[in-house]
């Protein structure tokens, strides 16, 4: 069994970066991890997901300030996000799925985290 631990979030000004970790209880060495977003009210959002061999996905809104990495010494997944804007406030999860070809769709992910908040002020 998977378990996935978020943390890094908080509260940055506009402009400030974080980097946000995913720690796995269970081996997830071979398998594909992304990122969502999901803001209250609103669906969750596909960010990257990163593959065994550490190829990574974006979604299109998403590429240029979102930096996705794997460690697997350390059974991690990291995403980093600079020049934050109040927009980019909201839940981020990570889940990890057990296929191993990248994906954005929520469905297709098999384990999830509880999710850290992201809160940027402007």
């Known amino acids: 069994q998977v378990r996935l631990v978020e943390s890094g979030g908080g509260l940055v000004q506009t402009g400030g970066s974080l980097r946000l970790s995913c720690a796995a209880t269970?081996?997830?060495?071979?398998?594909?991890v992304g990122w969502f977003r999901q803001v209250s009210g609103e669906e969750r959002e596909f960010i990257s997901s990163?593959?065994?061999?550490?190829?990574?996905y974006y979604a299109d809104s998403m590429k240029g300030r979102f930096t996705i990495s794997r460690d697997h010494n350390m059974n991690s997944v990291y995403l980093q996000i600079d020049s934050l804007k109040p927009e980019d406030t909201a839940i981020y999860y990570c889940?990890?799925?057990?296929?191993?070809?990248?994906?954005?769709?929520?469905?297709?992910?098999?384990?999830w985290g509880q999710g850290t908040q992201v809160t940027v002020s402007s």
């Open positions: 269970g081996r997830i060495g071979s398998m594909t």
């Open positions: 990163i593959n065994w061999i550490s190829s990574t």
């Open positions: 889940a990890a799925r057990r296929e191993l070809n990248n994906s954005e769709r929520r469905e297709d992910y098999d384990y």
